[in-house]
């Protein structure tokens, strides 16, 4: 039996999915022990029900308006507190922007081992194993951590979520001694893409590439998407030519997707790109040169102009 914290990911005051599959792995490792939820935002106490709902035992609630945009020391403070009170001997964090930021600065102030990026939490004997992706996705490592506390990261989409049964639990407000003599501080976020289907979160993802041509080119994809309740990402070609926004970048440098569907509509398949979506369920992929590498790791393939085969999908699928 282990007590397990989940740092809940929050994107402003709505809470991420990937809390959610984050309470399904606390629950594997704990085998019985709590599983603590840190709901630590501004305006968010409301969440907590969600939480409970779905694996936590208890939340520990830190609403504070220092809280409003992400400020690592203040962040930093908040999870070492709730460590502090409840002493798990796992946190697991988001593999998020805030996740990836935090949990290395948790792992070095506690010199605890940390794994990052994991898709898989599983139990031989005692023992919890983490499987993560290396190589761009072409291999696996089998992890486990030593020692009294471990950090682990979670990739979104890729650990169920316990279906909602009545909460048990309760929430409780952390009292956090904030010290306000921040080193840097986080003034305001400006968010370049607003609305859509947060890119790490979706399962369909319609995606073009330099075929595109244009950043016209990208509107029979994003009616597509539309109709599938997707969101729409892009290769760095399409990027680089300026056909869209950065953000919306897939791959090594970009976002790395784990989709149930990935619709890839002329991307040639670079092995930079695959890095990113090359874990996605099911690949989908439209091109019009037979020979595109994207087609080796394609489950469907479409040779043929994605200026025809994309509406004619769209089409189709309207009138389901
Ligand atoms: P292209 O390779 O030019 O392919 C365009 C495809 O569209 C072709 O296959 C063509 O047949 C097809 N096509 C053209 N017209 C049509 C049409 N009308 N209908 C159907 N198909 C059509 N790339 C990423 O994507 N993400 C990354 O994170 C990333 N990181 C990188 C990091 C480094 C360090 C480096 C060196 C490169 C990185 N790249 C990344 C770039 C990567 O190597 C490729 O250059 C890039 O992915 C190519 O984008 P693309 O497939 O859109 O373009």
């Known amino acids: 039996m282990q007590d397990v914290l989940v740092v809940a ?6 809470l991420r999915n990937v809390s959610l599959e984050a309470l399904y792995g606390a629950g594997v490792i704990a085998q019985g022990g709590r599983v603590t939820a840190l709901l630590a935002g501004h305006g968010v106490a409301d969440l907590a029900e969600v939480l409970l709902s779905h694996g936590a035992n208890d939340v520990l609630v830190v609403d504070d308006e220092r ?10 403070k908040a999870v070492q507190t709730a460590i502090e009170a409840i002493k798990p001997s796992t946190v697991l964090f988001a593999h998020s922007a805030i996740g990836r930021d935090l949990a290395p600065a ?6 605890a081992g940390q794994v990052s990026d994991v898709i898989g939490i599983e139990l ?3 023992q919890v194993i983490y499987t993560r992706p290396v190589y761009a996705g072409k291999a696996f490592t089998k992890n486990g951590i030593s020692g009294d506390l ?9 650990l169920p979520v316990s279906e909602a049964t009545q909460a048990s639990g309760t929430a409780k407000n952390l009292d956090v001694s904030f010290v306000d003599d921040l080193r840097s501080t986080i003034k305001d976020v400006v968010k370049k893409v607003s609305g859509g289907v947060d890119l790490t979160e979706a399962k369909i993802i319609v995606s073009g ?5 244009s950043a016209e080119g990208f509107e029979p994809l994003r009616e597509l998407a539309s109709v599938l309740g997707a969101a729409v990402g892009a290769s760095r070609g399409a990027c680089d030519a300026g056909y869209c926004d950065y953000s919306m970048q897939i791959g090594q440098t970009g976002k790395v997707v784990t989709p149930d569907l990935y619709i890839a509509c002329g991307i040639s398949g670079a092995i930079q790109h695959l890095a990113g979506m090359s874990n996605a369920k099911v690949i989908v992929a439209i ?4 020979e595109a590498p994207i087609f080796k790791v394609a489950d469907y393939g479409i040779v043929g102009d994605l200026f025809d085969v994309v509406p004619a999908l769209t089409q189709e699928l309207r009138a389901f």
Do not use: C
Request: charged share 25%; glycine share 10%; aromatic share 10%.
């Open 106 to 111: 948790i792992a070095a102030h506690y010199k």
């Open 287 to 290: 091109n019009k040169d037979p």
């Open 209 to 213: 590439g330099r075929g595109v041509k």
């Open 9 to 14: 990911d929050l994107r402003g005051s709505t």
């Open 67 to 76: 809280l409003r945009t992400y400020q690592p020391e203040f962040y930093r």
């Open 124 to 126: 031989q004997g005692n």
């Open 150 to 158: 471990a950090i682990v990261t979670i990739r979104p989409n890729n």
